[in-house]
């Protein structure tokens, strides 16, 4: 029989390890660390950091996300711009194009659907 998965305090963990990168940087690289909390099939959770700095998105897949800490603007393909801080959660729709600039260190916990 499956358990629960659970990550306790999310916005305090300190096992983050380095993450692949999401995204395409535009200038430097930001720092970007995960501590995966489940994956099965097509879906991945856990919880992400990462530095300030802007990347180029192009998504492959859904995800949603609710933000622990930071601040951040996404400007889509069509020059949309939506911004997050602390306390919000949102979803990437697989297809979405665009900038994502992280203007303070985000953590967010997220669920992806590939």
């Not at 720092?31 to 959770?45: A, F, P, R, W």
């Not at 180029?56 to 859904?62: A, G, Q, R, W």
Request: hydrophobic content about 35%; charged content about 25%; aromatic content about 8%.
């Amino acid at each position: 029989m499956p358990e629960i998965s659970i990550q306790k305090d999310c916005a305090n963990l300190t096992d983050l390890i380095p993450a692949d990168t999401f995204g395409e940087p535009v200038g430097p690289l930001p720092v970007q660390t995960d501590s995966n909390l489940y994956l099965e099939g097509n879906m991945i959770c856990g919880t992400w950091e990462c530095g300030p700095g802007t990347m180029e998105l192009d998504l492959d897949l859904t995800e949603f996300c609710h933000l622990l800490q930071g601040h951040w603007v996404f400007t889509s393909e069509s020059g949309e711009v939506s911004e997050v801080k602390a306390g919000d959660s949102w979803v990437f729709p697989k297809g979405w194009k665009g900038k994502a600039e992280v203007k303070e260190t985000v953590r967010k916990v997220y669920m992806m659907i590939t």
